[in-house]
């Protein structure tokens, strides 16, 4: 491939001058320039190829042919707002509907997981009449000022906690107050909603919503134990509120077992309000909420019309179609729980051979691998898993870290990632801890030994 004209260096110039610093890069320190995708690859302006192990948002891959061509056609035929009655938009709503439980029946597009969820916020308000949100600690839920507010992992570093949000602890078997050798995890961490939203009653507050994405992902890639949401539910519903799944990160069949991660808390679990993101375009801009007839009627009921002015346009629901298309030819879902069960047991060998690999948890391909510098205390290895992602990105890797601790190495790769890949990206890691055991004393600096 031909050198791109203009230089990484220049751009990376540009970039400085005119974005703001707080539009960080991966890899500040030696950033990419990425030219092109095309399925799990990514490829730099020299031509060299990545392994693409963090990108949910094009789902089906890269650029996938099937999805570019479905937004060109319509492109060239019409784009424009959902005021004008179209086939695109109800045969949308309609595939989607097929997909979760029949409860969940009236549809709101938009453009981003933001708007899914600020969206769904005024509507938890407008049915219930309430006004307070119950989120777990360390959750991100979007960039608007009012999901600023519920998302703990931002208000906390700006300006704090307002009193109409109460913060529930994360249901981490793994670091929290409940562990894996806990009899039943799931109900004791409901019971710390029940005791937050107690304690919220107790000082005249009223439960609008409790949010929560099916799989926290920026909490560290948590996997809740199954049947905590159904007990949450009654908890909050009990108090008058609803219950949001944000699916914005994990949707459309990435957990394998089922299409919709929340699926995961049982076949009777259904929430009030569903919200979509990312992976639902294949990176075109395109999101959702999902709702009851009853929720979407008390909204009705204001009077005030509802209209965002690209959400639903014949081009977005058009990427949408083919992205369901494309999940259901290429049988994604099937392949995302044999390539992730792959993964995971690769991760596992991993975890007898490597005292840093502290916990490997996920489901699909979704899967956190949690290092530590410490068995006993658990304590988050935030340096070595910086180093680690350095390391694999000088290996054409890219991988990334999440959670409190920025110690959780986090996989959610587009969903064509085989297992071929997977092979390929254990076998570097192994590879890199080899390397980074013998050149340190221990798990607790990577100092490199005089």
């Not at 031909?2 to 260096?9: E, L, N």
């Not at 009851?292 to 009077?303: I, P």
């Not at 190495?409 to 192994?430: G, R, T, Y």
Request: glycine share 8%.
């Amino acid at each position: 491939m031909a050198t791109d004209p203009r230089g990484k260096a220049a751009t990376l110039a540009l970039r400085r001058r005119l974005l703001s610093n707080s539009c960080r890069l991966f890899f500040p320190e030696d950033p990419i320039k990425i030219v092109r995708g095309q399925g799990q690859y990514m490829y730099d302006e020299q031509g060299a190829e990545y392994i693409d192990c963090i990108n949910n948002v094009a789902h089906v891959g890269h650029c996938h042919p099937l999805v570019v061509q479905a937004a060109h056609e319509q492109n060239q035929v019409l784009n424009t707002n959902s005021r004008y009655l179209h086939d695109n938009i109800v045969d949308y709503a309609q595939r989607l509907s097929e997909t979760l439980p029949e409860k969940l029946c009236v549809f709101y597009f938009l453009n981003s997981g933001s708007e899914a969820n600020d969206l769904a916020l005024r509507l938890a308000r407008q049915y219930t009449g309430h006004w307070d949100v119950v989120v777990l600690d360390h959750a991100y839920h979007g960039h608007l000022s009012s999901l600023i507010d519920i998302s703990p992992y931002k208000f906390r570093d700006l300006d704090g906690q307002k009193e109409w949000v109460h913060v529930a602890p994360l249901p981490d078997t793994y670091r929290g107050p409940y562990r894996e050798d806990h009899p039943n995890p799931a109900v004791a961490y409901a019971s710390e909603v029940e005791r937050v939203v107690g304690s919220a009653q107790e000082k005249g507050r009223k439960i609008a919503a409790f949010f929560a994405e099916s799989l926290p992902s920026v909490g560290g890639q948590i996997i809740p134990p199954a049947g905590y949401f159904p007990e949450v539910a009654g908890h909050i519903r009990r108090a008058g509120g609803v219950f949001v799944a944000d699916e914005i990160q994990v949707g459309f069949g990435r957990v394998g077992k089922h299409f919709w991660a929340f699926q995961l808390q049982g076949e009777d679990f259904v929430p009030d309000i569903v919200t979509m993101g990312k992976s639902i375009g294949n990176g075109h801009p395109v999101a959702c909420v999902a709702t009851t007839q009853a929720v979407a009627r008390a909204f009705e009921a204001t009077g005030v019309e509802y209209f965002n002015t690209f959400g639903g346009s014949p081009v977005s629901c058009a990427v949408g179609l083919a992205v369901l298309d494309v999940l259901e030819k290429e049988q994604l879902q099937a392949h995302a729980a044999s390539v992730g069960s792959f993964l995971m047991e690769l991760l596992g060998q991993q975890k007898a051979k490597h005292p840093i690999l502290g916990d490997i948890r996920g489901v699909g391909l979704f899967i956190g691998v949690d290092l530590i510098k410490d068995e006993a205390t658990r304590m988050p290895a935030t340096e070595e898993a910086d180093y680690v992602v350095s390391r694999l990105k000088e290996n054409y890797i890219l991988l990334s870290t999440d959670g409190p601790g920025r110690n959780v190495l986090k996989f959610k790769p587009p969903m064509c990632f085989s297992l071929d890949n997977a092979q390929h990206v254990v076998a570097k890691l192994d590879a890199i801890l080899t390397d980074m055991e013998e050149k340190v004393r221990s798990c607790e600096t990577l100092r490199l030994q005089p």
